[in-house]
């Protein structure tokens, strides 16, 4: 794990607040990369025996949210002081980890249409203020024909009423997010964090290999995103945590790791956006 050289809290919120996605390059070593790469695919194809275990995102692309213990990596992801510093910054030193999971566009994915993951709360909307993050590893190498997530940076601001599901802008609005459109190229080791409300998109893979990402979700104290989730650990696993991981976690704490029977649909991205 490497450390950054300096932690620009201005820079966090100004890129935050401005962009909606800012990064960190080589935070972790690709070694550590390719080990998140196993235990995902790994995850991956245990899931799709349980039904609603892997939720589709669209043609050949799938969602899956996993325990903590089963990443070997979530401690030094939760204790990473870059990770530690963006999340104190914008979602105040009681920030709380509720959420992990894997996206998987696998070859044959299809551009996504534009979207934001969930409706924006009144904290975003009208009090300006980010109350949730994303966090995202790629455990691949990220070419252009492997499908790069697309984001319209700044969008996370926008009022999008008459929007499908609060989610999907009309094609109307298209023109704009295409204008203010970057694709992302991460590489093994890098980590990412972004207002999920920031509108964006997964293109299509045209590779002949999926391209596997981490997410670790963040809320703020007055966010509700963990009543989407079912974050759990068995207790040995929790006591074992050091107290910077065990006092952010919003989870139930068991005898036995239970499957995570998923509640997120995003009906939106069944289709293909053509």
């Known amino acids: 794990m490497s450390q950054?050289?300096?932690?620009?809290?201005?820079?966090?919120?100004?890129?935050?607040?401005?962009?909606?996605?800012?990064a960190l390059k080589s935070a972790f070593t690709t070694a550590f990369a390719d080990r998140m790469r196993e235990d995902v695919m790994s995850l991956f194809d245990e899931a799709r025996q349980v039904e609603g275990g892997a939720l589709?995102?669209?043609?050949?692309?799938?969602?899956?949210?996993?325990?903590?213990?089963?990443?070997s990596g979530f401690v030094e992801i939760a204790t990473h002081p870059w990770f530690v510093a963006v999340c104190e910054a914008v979602l105040t030193k009681d920030y709380r980890i509720v959420e992990i999971g894997f996206?998987?566009?696998?070859?044959?994915?299809?551009?996504?249409?534009?979207?934001?993951?969930?409706k924006a709360p009144e904290a975003t909307l009208k009090d300006r203020r980010l109350n949730s993050l994303a966090f995202n590893l790629t455990c691949v190498d990220t070419k252009p024909e492997h499908g790069p997530f697309e984001i319209a940076l700044g969008t996370q601001w926008d009022d999008i009423p008459g929007a499908k599901n609060d989610m999907f802008p009309d094609r109307s609005l298209w023109h704009r997010y295409i204008s203010r459109a970057v694709?992302?190229?991460?590489?093994?080791?890098?980590?990412?964090?972004?207002?999920?409300?920031t509108i964006h998109r997964g293109t299509a893979n045209r590779s002949n290999e999926a391209r596997p990402v981490l997410v670790v979700g963040v809320d703020a104290p007055d966010a509700t995103n963990a009543h989407h989730h079912d974050l759990q650990v068995t207790r040995p696993y929790f006591d074992s945590l050091p107290p910077q991981v065990r006092d952010h976690l919003t989870c139930r704490v068991t005898d036995e790791l239970e499957p995570i029977i998923q509640n997120h649909v995003i009906e939106g991205l069944l289709?293909?956006?053509?």
Do not use: C, N
Not at 183 to 197: F, M
């Open 4 to 22: 950054p050289t300096e932690i620009d809290q201005a820079q966090i919120m100004g890129g935050l607040y401005g962009d909606g996605i800012i």
């Open 56 to 71: 589709p995102r669209g043609p050949q692309r799938w969602y899956v949210e996993t325990q903590p213990e089963r990443i």
């Open 103 to 118: 996206d998987i566009p696998f070859p044959g994915a299809a551009d996504q249409p534009w979207h934001r993951d969930f």
């Open 183 to 197: 694709q992302k190229l991460p590489q093994r080791g890098d980590i990412s964090a972004r207002s999920a409300l």
């Open 271 to 274: 289709q293909p956006s053509y």
